[in-house]
């Protein structure tokens, strides 16, 4: 079976963790550490190097799950206009695209795009800063993930003591796909 990994950073990594397990096409969720090189975000755009941000693998079924439901689901959960530490990150070359298609949506959500004379509608936040939502997603490609050990994958399911700032059993019941 062909199997693509998208990696997200932001929040609290294992709650993020428990909220992508059960989502319909996704075969493995890991927690770790990775390390991406040319990473950008729409407010800032001179690239940097990132080192040991802790973040979640996910390993999906793309004929299952659509690499934009599983960015919108992380939306859902982290606002990408206010949480400084969210983040993106592919390993294929193949998802960038779609991936910068995506994010440049959430920038401009609910402003009218700019039309150029040659009435080419144009939604690029690049295009004019200033029109742009301040959309704080950092965006790039990975240069390593180390997963967690063992002991430390699924921990708040080995810890249920441990309060959840997400009420996870409601949000998996509101998750329709």
């Known amino acids: 079976m062909y199997t693509k990994k998208i990696y997200f950073s932001g929040g609290n990594v294992n ?3 428990e909220i992508f397990v059960d989502v ?20 800032e ?15 999906f079924n793309p004929k299952r799950m659509d690499l934009s439901m599983l960015m919108d689901v992380l939306f859902n959960v982290l606002n ?10 592919y390993s294929s070359g193949e998802d960038e695209p779609q991936v910068e298609l995506h994010l440049n949506f959430i ?16 939604n690029d936040p690049n295009s004019n800063p200033r029109r ?13 993930f180390v997963a967690a050990p063992d002991a430390e994958q699924f921990f708040l399911r080995k810890h249920p003591e441990i309060k959840s700032d997400i009420d996870l059993t409601k949000l998996k019941t509101s998750l329709r796909f």
Request: charged share 25%; proline share 6%.
């Open 80 to 89: 990408p206009y206010a949480d400084k530490n969210l983040g993106v990150y």
């Open 132 to 144: 742009a939502r301040k959309c704080f997603v950092k965006v790039g490609r990975l240069t390593s």
């Open 45 to 59: 755009y001179e690239p940097q190097d990132l080192q040991d941000v802790p973040s979640i693998e996910i390993e």
């Open 15 to 17: 709650e993020l963790q």
């Open 107 to 122: 920038a401009n959500r609910g402003r009218e795009p700019v039309v150029s004379k040659a009435c080419l509608t144009i």
């Open 24 to 43: 319909p096409g996704v075969l493995k969720v890991s927690v770790g550490k990775l390390a991406a090189r040319n990473v950008h975000s729409y407010v």
